[in-house]
């Protein structure tokens, strides 16, 4: 039986960052994924002479080597930023809401956000300028927190960072409403919400600060050749640092010590096995504890069953035979709403039969050259917030497939002008039964376990140091303590490789 120091199940983001953290520590790693390649939803699919991203809208916290973000500062720490071509997004969003009749389009840049706020909320300027001051306390707050990992001093937190501590257990709509800011400037810096997946009553102030602080503080990345080409560069970078990656490889069963439960090994769908002390999870809990372990302690059956799944992805992708320009698709990312009062949006969201949100993308504004001359590319995204797809039978799936693509169409040329449905030459649409195969998650969830007041980012931060009951299992990416998207997926990975890498060295 071949013996490594740890085995990582899965190569998406946060697999593959903790590999490369676990590989500088001077581990011994395996990474087994299920796949013919590397990155679970960071990867990308030809159709026709298009090569389509799969997932990635626009990367936050990277910025450019004059203004780097700390995603930029952890890649350059683990030795990938040089190996991939990167571009900036020319614009935050353009968000347009049928109730509120609101069309805003906003640029990144904290001071232009803000002039730009003013101009469409006279007003505004002193609470959203109060926000980004708190924001970037929220920053610091949480840069220091991590410094220490998790173990603040809460003496030191008080002085240093108190408007951080007053607002941490507070929504984003319970801060937003004590800055005064008025309703319609909170409806256009809330446009972000449906990247996180929870509604502005549920979701976490500082984390969704965070978040809009670092957009607009260092604008946001995409690599030229699509998110494949991050999940490439980590594989070869694994590889430098002699770390071993087996593709066409599922983990199936995480074999446990008799004497005290914790990790032993890891068993593949072939039968092979190999020998490790240490196992870092790309995949979520409810699958190794639910599918992959025998014993699992209570404490953290409950504490898993607790939690809730996020949202359930749907995307559609167009390779259109017309270029951004003639057909009218004036923006690289769009948010359409109903409603900006989230916490209805959100509802209507949990069925297919009302939910028509979604944020869309139009790469050719990023990099003109990423389809062929006089076409462009595009691709479509919305969430369901209950596992309304499970109701659909196989008989119904492709009507009820095409006609949630169909809508979204409509829905993009009624609320942008754009004429795009009789420009189409590929279509392709995933549903959360594509997202369920493909990454292996439950009902097709593509933001792990959504951010609730008790288990949003501070909680889990903050927990970080207790949240780890069987020895040599930690969990990396979406699922992980630091939420969904790929920020957090690879911070989580290196996190997750980091407190591997001390448990191994205190072992001895
Ligand atoms: C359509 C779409 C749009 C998105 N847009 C954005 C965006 O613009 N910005 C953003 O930040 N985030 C976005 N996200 C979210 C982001 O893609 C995810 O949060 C992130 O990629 C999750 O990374 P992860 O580490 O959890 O790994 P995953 O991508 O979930 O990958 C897990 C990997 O593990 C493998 N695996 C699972 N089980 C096993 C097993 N038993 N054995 C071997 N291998 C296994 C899977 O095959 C997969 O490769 C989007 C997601 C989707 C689907």
């Not at 008025?182 to 978040?211: E, Q």
Request: glycine share 8%.
């Amino acid at each position: 039986m071949k013996k490594y120091d740890a085995v990582v199940i899965g190569a998406g983001n946060g697999g593959l960052a903790a590999a490369v953290r676990l590989l500088q520590g001077g581990a011994r790693v395996l990474v087994v994924e299920k796949h013919n390649l590397p990155g679970g939803f960071a990867t990308s699919f030809r159709r026709g002479r298009f090569e389509f991203e799969a997932s990635l809208h626009e990367l936050n916290d990277f910025g450019t080597a004059d203004n780097a973000g700390d995603v930029r500062v952890l890649f350059d720490e683990l030795g990938v930023t040089d190996k991939i071509e990167w571009m900036q997004i020319p614009e935050a969003y353009r968000v347009i809401s049928r109730e509120e009749k609101l069309d805003a389009t906003m640029p990144f840049g904290v001071a232009a956000f803000v002039d730009r706020m003013e101009q469409y909320v006279p007003g505004s300027r002193a609470s959203v300028q109060k926000f980004f001051d708190l924001a970037e306390e929220v920053r610091l707050a949480q840069a220091y927190s991590s410094s220490v990992n998790g173990n603040t001093d809460s003496k030191y937190m008080v002085s240093r960072f108190g408007n951080f501590v007053r607002s941490g257990s507070y929504s984003v709509n319970e801060v937003l409403a004590a800055l005064k800011m008025p309703k319609k400037a909170r409806d256009i810096l809330n446009a972000y919400w449906c990247y996180l997946g929870a509604h502005c009553d549920d979701l976490s102030f500082v984390h969704y600060a965070s978040m809009v602080n670092r957009y607009m503080m260092r604008g946001a990345s995409m690599p030229k050749m699509r998110s494949h080409e991050i999940s490439l560069a980590f594989v070869e970078r694994i590889r430098e640092l002699g770390g071993e990656v087996w593709f066409n490889t599922e983990a199936v069963r995480i074999l446990t010590d008799e004497k005290d439960g914790g990790v032993a090994g890891v068993v593949f769908a072939d039968g092979t096995q190999v020998e490790a002390r240490h196992v870092v999870a790309n995949c979520a809990p409810h699958v190794v504890y639910g599918k992959m372990m025998d014993k699992v302690p209570a404490e953290e059956v409950r504490a898993t069953n607790a939690r809730k799944f996020a949202g359930r992805g749907f995307s559609m992708f167009l390779g259109l035979d017309r270029s951004a320009d003639d057909l009218g698709i004036e923006n690289h990312n769009y948010f359409l709403y109903d409603t900006m009062d989230t916490v209805r949006q959100y509802e209507r969201m949990r069925t297919i039969a009302d939910n028509d949100v979604q944020a869309t993308v139009c790469l050719n504004r990023a990099d003109p050259d990423c389809s062929p001359k006089g076409t462009c590319m595009m691709y479509f995204t919305t969430l369901y917030m209950s596992d309304d797809w499970a109701n659909v039978t196989p008989q119904e799936y492709y009507k009820v497939k095409n006609s949630v693509a169909s809508r979204m169409i409509d829905r993009f040329e009624q609320d942008t002008g754009a004429k795009i449905r009789d420009h189409i030459e590929e279509i392709s649409v995933a549903t959360p039964m594509t997202y369920a195969r493909y990454c292996g998650h439950p009902q097709g969830v593509i933001y792990g376990y959504e951010s609730q007041y008790w288990d949003g980012l501070m909680p889990r931060l903050l927990m970080m140091g207790e949240d780890h009951r069987i020895r040599g299992l930690r969990f990396a990416g979406g699922y992980a303590m630091r939420l969904s998207g790929y920020s957090s997926a690879y911070f989580s990975g290196e996190i997750a490789g980091r407190q591997t890498v001390g448990d191994i060295k205190r072992e001895g």
